[in-house]
């Protein structure tokens, strides 16, 4: 993709979710350009009708950029756990329930994994869309193992039951710019970097 995004633009970030937009917003930073969350623009949150992380990441960004105009990044991302059969996957939020409570849905997962296999991995997609239509995407991953209990404050969703590989610390233990540089978010905002921001 040659298409680039341009110091002291807008772009909407396709996202209700704080967490999320924090993660995003720094991760932009150094570049030069502004990001705006869908909420203060009144952009609805659209059903995430999609059956994988791609499908969803793109609806999100292109009716995101239709109904601002501008370009738009969304995210999907969760936790996939192969002795979960890949659950929670997209539905990763969902599990969180109406509340969006992250410590049922990581009791959940505790539950349902009793004593299977504990490994498991975080994965982000990320789709820029512009106005016309325009989609491209960028994948990261990271692996490691579950823990239990959690352990942390910071980060958000599954965070503080994540062990990354190499490292004693879960993501909810980790300093943000740690997490910043070796998660799965981070890896594929590389990708995006390397494409349309250099």
Not at 129 to 147: K, N, Q, S, T, Y
Not at 157 to 163: L, V
Request: net charge negative.
């Amino acid at each position: 993709m040659s298409r680039r995004l341009n110091p002291g633009g807008q772009l909407v970030i396709a996202s209700h979710n704080p967490g999320k937009l924090d993660e995003i917003d720094a991760l932009l930073g150094p570049f030069g350009v502004r990001a705006v969350g869908a909420a203060a623009l009144g952009l609805a949150e659209p059903e995430e009708t999609g059956t994988s992380f791609e499908e969803n990441a793109a609806l999100k960004a292109r009716l995101a950029a239709e109904a601002a105009g501008l370009p738009a990044l969304a995210d999907d991302s969760g936790l996939v756990v192969p002795a979960l059969g890949g659950a929670p996957g997209i539905y990763s939020a969902r599990w969180a329930g109406p509340n969006k409570d992250f410590r049922v849905a990581m009791a959940r997962v505790q539950r349902e994994l009793e004593n299977k296999d504990r490994r498991a991995h975080f994965v982000a997609v990320l789709a820029l869309a512009w106005p016309d239509g325009e989609v491209a995407m960028f994948r990261g991953e990271a692996h490691g193992h579950l823990i239990w209990p959690p352990r942390g404050e910071r980060g958000f969703g599954y965070d503080p039951m994540f062990m990354p590989d190499g490292y004693e610390k879960t993501f909810g233990e980790m300093d943000p710019t740690l997490k910043h540089q070796i998660s799965h978010r981070a890896r594929a905002f590389a990708k995006l970097v390397a494409a349309c921001l250099y």
